[in-house]
């Protein structure tokens, strides 16, 4: 896991550190639109599920069915909402076909200029449709009501509704978004019917878009700050003298010569040149001659499949080295962590604790395995068993600096959310210590940074990103959470935007970087960029969870372009 991600399943800013970090919005699920306004409101959802209009008092005490009285030289406006009080009044009887009757009535006598009035018409009849579920009569009356009133709530949540009944997930999606913004993003089932059709959109395309992608290398950092997070993994050690030539064992600065015909062996010598695109072929060559490092090829090319995000080729080669009883336990704890974690990122959290839980009962003297599972137990908010791990780990390996400062995080978040301050102090102190004891560890200034930025010690903060990018210029994702926090300490656009930008130059393969941007162009009111920033992150997302995450976020955008351009409406920007 990347160094300033160290508890995410994916790339991308946590949703509850995006809301912190920007101000406002906050995210909602996998992308949604944004919650300008966080204040619940007051209406109630009833309201549009009714006709509207009260019933004339002419009306009062009499039956449905009774014709109304009015005068006969009544204009037409009064005769047709007259019909229209009668059709409310079945309509409140349940009597949707003789409501339908009535309003179709009254936009019949309705005159063409009063076109508020007809609109009201069309949409108490696309109500009336509504309860007979006849989805397709519901979105031609609303359209008709839309285009009398293009700003009309009811009609475009009504239609909204019906799209979604009619499985058209962009219209309803258009639709729900004109809502929410004339609302001001304050009623609550607007933003959840968007949040859900935003998560099906980015689903539906996700699964085409991944079975289909190229592989893709990540940046040489991102690599290395992976298997950092490993102490105990056979395939990360530099090649051991016994592996190298009688020449090279004098050499040790010189380049490295595999003595023996070893696929795997000359893998691991691409891997200490940073050669990565050969490793999984000469991977291959191992596997296919059943060399005497059958076991490690597997390993750890299915290693490299999950870093070019293709889980699929990564299982089988991860299930064989589990299996393989005559192989080192190491080779199979660790084929069971990165299992374990790959099953985590496909939101299987069950068949991911059955393997890390299986790797701590094969290798219970395996740090990694409590490091890692810790981790796992902070995404299922199980913070006392995650924190648990966490010591187990520190006793294993007290020189651990990752996972002292990931449990000062656990403690702090679970802090944070519980609100309580004198749990949060004691954690803020922890962080402390940690930064004292192992002052070259960037992680723990990166997880601090965060903790000082949620209690708006910003320049503070802002110094602990300096050491982080001190200790590693090269790790794009500290120069976006650096960006972030001049957003939200000093409302700077420009510098935050410049060292975003910074982070996409030092590793242009930064999906962090590329989302955050795009996120922030969204609130910036400039949708055709966002969309390209969101467009770049898609081609570069490792999962197909994080993909969808991503879609999501770009068709958020896109369907505001769309109702920016039929309706006039923006949300407000920063």
Known sequence: MAASKPVEPQAGVPHWKLALAVGAPLLLGAGAVYLWNRRKTSKRDSQRRTPEGRASPTLTGRSPNQEPEFPQEASPLVKAQAAKN???????????????????????????????????????RAAAYEQLQ??????????????LNPRYVKALYRRAKA?????????????????????????????????????????????????????????????????SSFTDDIISQPLQKGEKSDEDKDNEGEEVVVKENSG?????????????????????????????????ALLLRATFYLLIGNATFA??????????????????????????????????????????????????????????????KILLDQVEEAVADFDECIRLQPDSALAQAQKCFALYRKAYTGSNPLQIKASMKGFEDVIKKFPKCAEGYALYAQALTDQQQFGTA????????????????????????????????????????????????????YETMGTIEVQRGNLDKAI??????????????????????????????????????????L
Not at 547 to 562: F, I, N, R
């Open 532 to 573: 390209e920033m969101f467009n770049k992150a898609i081609n570069l997302a490792k999962s197909e969870m994080e993909m969808a995450h991503l879609y999501s976020l770009c068709d958020a955008a896109y369907a505001q372009t769309k109702v920016a351009e039929k309706y006039g409406l923006k949300p407000p920007t």
């Open 315 to 376: 299982k089988p080669d991860l299930d064989q080295v589990v299996i393989m009883e005559k192989a080192n336990v190491k080779l199979r704890a660790n084929a069971l962590i990165k299992r374990g974690s790959m099953y985590m990122q496909q939101q299987q959290p069950q068949l991911s604790t059955q393997d890390f839980n299986m790797a701590a009962d094969i290798d219970p003297q395996n740090a990694d395995v409590y490091h890692h599972r810790g981790q796992l």
């Open 163 to 227: 799209h979604e009944r009619l499985d058209n997930k962009k219209e309803c999606l258009e639709d729900v978004t004109a809502v929410c913004i004339l609302e001001g993003f304050q009623n609550q089932q607007s933003m959840l019917l968007a949040d859900k059709v935003l998560k099906l959109l980015g689903k539906d395309k996700a699964k085409d878009k991944y079975k289909n992608r190229e592989p893709l290398m990540p940046s040489p950092q991102f690599i290395k700050s992976y298997f």
């Open 86 to 124: 009668k059709g409310n009044k079945y309509f409140k009887a349940s009597k949707y076909d003789q409501a339908i009757q009535c309003y179709t009535e009254a936009i019949g006598l309705c005159p063409p200029e009063k076109k508020d009035d007809l609109a009201t018409f069309y949409q108490n």
């Open 264 to 296: 795997y062996l000359k893998a691991k010598q691409y891997m200490e040149e940073e050669n990565y695109d050969k490793i999984i072929s000469e991977c291959r060559k191992e596997i296919e001659a059943d060399g005497k490092y059958t076991a490690e």
């Open 462 to 513: 802002d110094e602990m990103y300096n050491k982080c990018i001190d200790l590693e210029p090269d790790n794009a994702t500290t120069y976006v959470h650096k960006g972030l926090l001049q957003l939200q300490w000093k409302q700077d656009l420009d510098k935050g935007l410049d060292l975003i930008s910074k982070a996409i130059e030092i590793d242009n393969k930064c999906d962090f970087a």
């Open 134 to 147: 006849t989805w397709k009569d519901v979105v031609q009356d609303c359209t008709k009501a839309v285009e």
